[in-house]
C-alpha cells in the first residue's frame, strides 16, 4: 500500500540554527502537502506543491517537490521557538484521501 | 465564517455509553473527514463524506458511525467503545480536490 516516510523523527536546534526534514512516498504522488501541528493544537495547512520539482517560500520556509515526485522537503531557516511543533507531510495520490506522514517533532531551545 | 468547530471538546464515557461527536463548517467546502490521532503519531484517515455522501470508510469498526445530516454538519456517533479508542479525534474539511484540509480543534476523547 501507499506511505509516506518522514525523517528524521525528532530535532532539537539552537534558535537560529537552519532545520530540514524529508518527506518519502513509496509511490508516485499527485501533490503533496505540508502541516503544522504545535503541540496541545490540531494540524494547520501550511501549503501545497502540485508540479515535478517545484520549489515555494513562505518567509523563512522553503518547501520542494521532487523531479519525480516522489520526495518532499521542508526548510526552515534560522528557526525561532515559535517555529517548535510537529511537521508533517501528507501525500495525495488523486483521489479525497490524504496519507500523513510520520512528522518530524521540532524542538527549539533559546 | 472561516473555521471548523468541533463539540465537545474533551469527552470521558464508559465502554457501555453511547455519546456523539459534532462537527460543523460554514465555509461551503465539499467534503468532510473524519481522522484518529493517538499521541505523537500522525492523524489516521476514518471516514470521507464528499457532497453528504459516504465516499472512503477506511474498514472502521462499526462501534464508529458516521452521519453527514447537511452540507455543514457531520457528527460521529459512538458505541460499545474500547479503551484503546481513546485518542483525539479531528473532523476537517476541504472545498476542492486536491483536498486541503481545515482542521476543527478536535474532541479529545477518554473511554473508561
Known amino acids: 500500500g501507499q506511505q509516506v516516510m518522514q525523517i528524521p523523527q525528532y530535532q532539537h536546534v539552537q534558535e537560529g540554527e537552519d532545520f530540514t526534514t524529508y518527506c518519502n512516498s513509496s509511490t508516485t504522488l499527485s501533490n503533496i502537502q505540508w502541516y503544522k501541528q504545535r503541540p496541545g493544537g490540531h494540524p494547520v495547512f501550511l501549503i501545497q506543491l502540485v508540479k515535478s520539482g517545484e520549489v515555494k517560500k513562505q518567509k523563512r520556509l522553503t518547501f520542494q517537490f521532487g523531479e519525480a515526485k516522489k520526495n518532499s522537503s521542508l526548510h526552515i531557516t534560522a528557526t525561532q521557538t515559535t517555529d517548535v511543533g510537529t511537521y508533517f507531510c501528507a501525500g495525495n495520490y488523486n483521489t479525497d484521501k490524504l496519507i500523513f506522514g510520520t512528522g518530524t517533532r521540532l524542538q527549539v531551545f533559546p | 465564517d472561516t473555521e471548523v468547530t468541533q463539540t465537545p471538546k474533551h469527552l470521558v464515557m464508559g465502554m457501555t455509553n453511547k455519546k456523539s461527536l459534532k462537527c460543523e463548517q460554514h465555509?461551503?467546502?465539499?467534503?468532510m473527514y473524519w481522522y484518529k490521532q493517538k499521541a505523537k503519531k500522525p492523524p489516521e484517515l476514518m471516514f470521507v463524506?464528499?457532497?453528504?455522501?459516504?465516499?472512503i470508510n477506511e474498514s472502521v469498526p462499526s462501534r464508529f458511525s458516521p452521519e453527514c445530516p447537511n452540507s455543514s454538519l457531520l457528527n460521529l456517533h459512538l458505541h460499545a467503545l474500547q479503551p484503546e479508542d481513546s485518542a483525539l479525534y479531528l473532523c476537517?474539511?476541504?472545498?476542492?480536490?486536491?483536498?486541503?484540509?481545515?482542521f476543527g480543534p478536535g474532541t479529545r476523547l477518554t473511554v473508561l
Open positions: 463524506y464528499s457532497y453528504e455522501k459516504l465516499s
Open positions: 465555509m461551503g467546502h465539499r467534503a
Open positions: 476537517a474539511s476541504s472545498p476542492r480536490t486536491p483536498p486541503e484540509q481545515f
